[in-house]
């Protein structure tokens, strides 16, 4: 097996998914006690468990107020205005659950674009950094290279960010 077929070395990779997974664990730790509340609602209101004790709990309701189950007194009478005050109510609180778990992950995701873009911009830096030097030791060796001198010095080039920044947003279609 060559070398250029070869998997990434076992230590690195699991460095890697180490690294992530110490900062997905702090990330979680750092959570107010409101996240970790508000996160715990949502992950149980999302769950089948939640969806049968709430199709239970209507179908219980609807039928004992439409007298069909006589072991309890109708109280709610048809159009069951009581259940729909407390489902209305659930749904605000629950909405509101959600609105801030889905807050704490957007701001988690955008930690982690903030933390990818730096990677990649140290990266491009240290890639042209490359390119300069092997340009340098093949012109010093003579060495006849099988890359166009425009190509390579398009790539040479450092990126200019804000310049970049700029092209994408001009290209980026317009919200509604």
């Known amino acids: 097996m060559s070398a250029e077929s070869e998997p990434l070395s076992g230590s690195a990779v699991e460095e890697n998914v180490e690294a992530i997974k110490k900062w997905d664990e702090a990330l979680l730790e750092k959570r107010s006690h409101a996240q970790r509340v508000s996160d715990g609602i949502t992950r149980v209101a999302a769950s089948g468990a939640s969806l049968l004790a709430h199709a239970v709990w209507f179908m219980g309701w609807i039928l004992i107020n439409t007298g069909v189950l006589p072991i309890i007194e109708p109280f709610d009478p048809f159009p069951f205005e009581v259940l729909t005050m407390i489902v209305s109510l659930e749904a605000i609180f629950l909405a509101m659950f959600v609105l801030a778990s889905q807050n704490r992950l957007a701001k988690q995701s955008n ?8 990677i990649d911009l140290l990266a491009e830096r240290e890639m042209t950094t490359m390119l300069q030097l092997l340009r340098d030791m093949s012109t010093h060796l003579q060495v006849k290279t099988s890359v166009e001198k425009e190509h390579l010095d398009e790539l040479i080039e450092e990126t200019d960010v804000q310049e970049l920044a700029s092209q994408v947003d001009k290209d980026e279609p317009a919200q509604p």
């Open 111 to 118: 930690l982690r674009a903030n933390l990818n873009l730096q």
